[in-house]
């Protein structure tokens, strides 16, 4: 009887212990990599939890200040902030205006932690009573007339502090009308990290509990890209690279890991992902009912994320995964 010839390469030598597999790990998850999106909104003491998104809440400005302290003793990588105003227009003014929501925070968080690093959200949707990304106007959204509030909206934030404004409605045209305007009120040091790449996804249900955004009539699709499409995103990545973006971000995360993967073959500025609120859910409630390890879900997910290309990822993870980063 022959006996099948003994390997002479042995791709198990290398996963034999926990010291030789962190030895030659390819891609490593770091604390810095990972930013925490919060819900804010006006008032004290408030902390509302978010039923589709256990774990997560709305929080008035004293309690991020207790969040985002948690986050910086964990080392995550920063926060990105999101609005819910006490009122709202046809407009969205309460974005650009100086005593908005998303200003107070951003002024607090600043002065309490100078080595913040600050993202907001830079979009009209929480902020219109229509739930749309800019005014609307004979049926759809106009685009031009958006560029100019995005443009104020964005000085606004980088007056109150903010290191990075993340324009996210996908009109065409917005990373030039924002540079433009910071450039033009003295905020060139404020950086652009672009949605360049946002699709108009059935994955960001739970967000809309979040945001209080949730479109009171039609949907998004005539501006937010189409699911089937992959070549679409080079260009509209290409178009907000020659705009001035400073970072380009894909969203949602999962069912675009391979637009990822396309845009990191290209685009040598840094990369986002954004781990968005249906993803999140889906772990949470397959983990409360003991279908999965969540720990192990989050960290094989966020590798994922890295591995394919991401050098930022958003995640309503953050906190929980930096605090088992540093189990280590």
Avoid at 141 to 155: C, P
């Amino acid at each position: 009887m022959s006996h099948p010839p003994i390997p002479i390469r042995r791709p198990r030598r290398l996963r034999i212990t926990p010291a030789i597999r962190n030895l030659v790990r390819e891609t490593q998850l770091d604390t810095h990599d990972l930013i925490q999106p919060l819900f804010i909104v006006p008032g004290k003491a408030i902390r509302k939890p978010i039923s589709s998104m256990p774990g997560i809440f709305q929080v008035s400005v004293d309690q991020a200040v207790l969040d985002v302290r948690r986050a910086m003793a964990l080392n995550l990588g920063g926060v990105i902030l999101f609005g819910i105003p006490a009122t709202k227009d046809e407009v969205g003014s309460d974005a650009w205006r100086e005593s908005g929501i998303i200003q107070q925070a951003i002024r607090t968080l600043r002065g309490e932690f100078p080595d913040l690093a600050i993202l907001a959200d830079t979009c009209l949707c929480e902020y219109t009573n229509h739930g749309h990304c800019g005014p609307v106007r004979h049926g759809g959204i106009a685009n031009d007339e958006t560029l100019e509030l995005l443009g104020r909206t964005a000085v606004a934030q980088a007056q109150a502090g903010a290191d990075v404004v993340a324009p996210s409605g996908m009109m065409d045209g917005m990373v030039a009308a924002i540079r433009d305007a910071l450039d033009g009120e003295g905020f060139s040091r404020v950086s652009i990290l672009s949605y360049a790449v946002k699709y108009a996804s059935a994955y960001y249900g739970p967000f809309r509990d979040a945001a209080e955004n949730t479109p009171t009539f039609g949907d998004r699709r005539s501006y937010q890209m189409d699911p089937a499409n992959r070549r679409e995103a080079m260009i509209e990545a290409q178009l907000d690279m020659d705009e001035g973006a400073d970072m380009i971000m894909v969203k949602p995360g999962l069912a675009y890991m391979d637009v990822l993967a396309s845009l990191r073959q290209v685009v040598d500025l840094p990369l986002a992902i954004y781990s968005v609120s249906g993803e999140y859910a889906m772990i949470k409630a397959a983990a409360e009912r003991g279908w999965i390890d969540e720990k192990r879900i989050v960290m094989e997910t966020l590798t994922g994320f890295k591995r394919a290309g991401a050098d930022i990822i958003i995640t309503y993870h953050a906190t929980q995964a930096a605090e088992w980063l540093m189990e280590k």
